[in-house]
């Protein structure tokens, strides 16, 4: 089972900061298949980031995704208010498809 | 317009069974997977496993393979998440999800359309 590890925990930014959040997997990702999910309290998770880094339909151009092997990274440019949430990455290039454990956008 | 939509809250006791669907429409049903993934109160998310409704075809995650089942009836484009005897331990947030492509038991799909989860709660 691939193991993923995310940092930091929480990470505290103001509006407008750029904000970058990782994803280390145990084992290498199959075919970069990897995926980033934001999800708001009380809402289900919104697919932001597939493949590592193709943008899934509707998503803005300041979340953009990139890495390969075990070291994946998603990127806000510029955060809005919209974008304080928690971000969680899923590989699915090896069984098991596991999710990690998040990473929480706080403002600070 | 691509729309899961779950069923409603569960409150059950320790022991009996489950059966909660996720109804997919604006899309052809048969032609995605349809995964389930759990949220624990707090948690982050676990995937469950994944079923193809055109063929039937399952995927499980070890760590629920036996403990959950899941099945899909095409005619009416429902998917389902079933217990035969709930624990305790099953208190969460079950969400439904459509696969973007293929998956088999070696690589799959991220979920590019999510269900708004069903709220299961275990109590005697």
């Known amino acids: 089972e691939i193991v993923l590890t995310q940092s930091p925990g929480t990470l505290s930014l103001s509006p407008g900061e750029r904000a970058t959040l990782s994803c280390r997997a145990s084992q290498s990702v199959s075919s970069s298949y990897l995926a980033w999910y934001q999800q708001k309290p009380g809402q289900a998770p919104r697919l932001l980031i597939y493949d590592a880094s193709s943008r899934a339909t509707g998503i803005p151009d300041r979340f953009s995704g990139s890495g390969s092997g075990t070291d994946f990274t998603l990127t806000i440019g510029r955060l809005e208010p919209d974008d304080f949430a928690v971000y969680y990455c899923q590989q699915y290039g090896s069984s098991q498809f596991t999710f990690g454990p998040g990473t929480k956008v706080e403002i600070k | 317009e691509v729309q899961l939509v779950q069923s409603g809250a569960e409150v059950k006791k320790p022991g009996e069974s489950l059966k909660i669907s996720c109804k997919g429409s604006?899309?052809?049903?048969?032609?995605?997977?349809i995964g389930w993934v759990r949220q624990m109160p707090g948690k982050g998310l676990e995937w469950m496993g994944i079923?193809?409704?055109?063929?039937?075809?399952?995927i499980y995650s070890p760590s629920f393979q036996g403990q959950v089942t899941i099945s899909a009836d095409k005619s009416i484009s429902t998917a389902y998440l079933q217990w035969s005897s709930l624990k305790a331990s099953d208190i969460a947030m079950y969400y439904c999800?459509?696969?973007?492509?293929?998956?088999?038991?070696?690589?799959?799909?991220?979920?590019?359309?999510w269900g708004q989860g069903t709220l299961v709660t275990v109590s005697s």
């Open positions: 604006g899309y052809s049903f048969t032609n995605y997977w």
């Open positions: 079923i193809y409704p055109g063929d039937s075809d399952t």
């Open positions: 999800a459509r696969a973007r492509g293929y998956c088999s038991s070696t690589s799959c799909s991220s979920f590019d359309f």
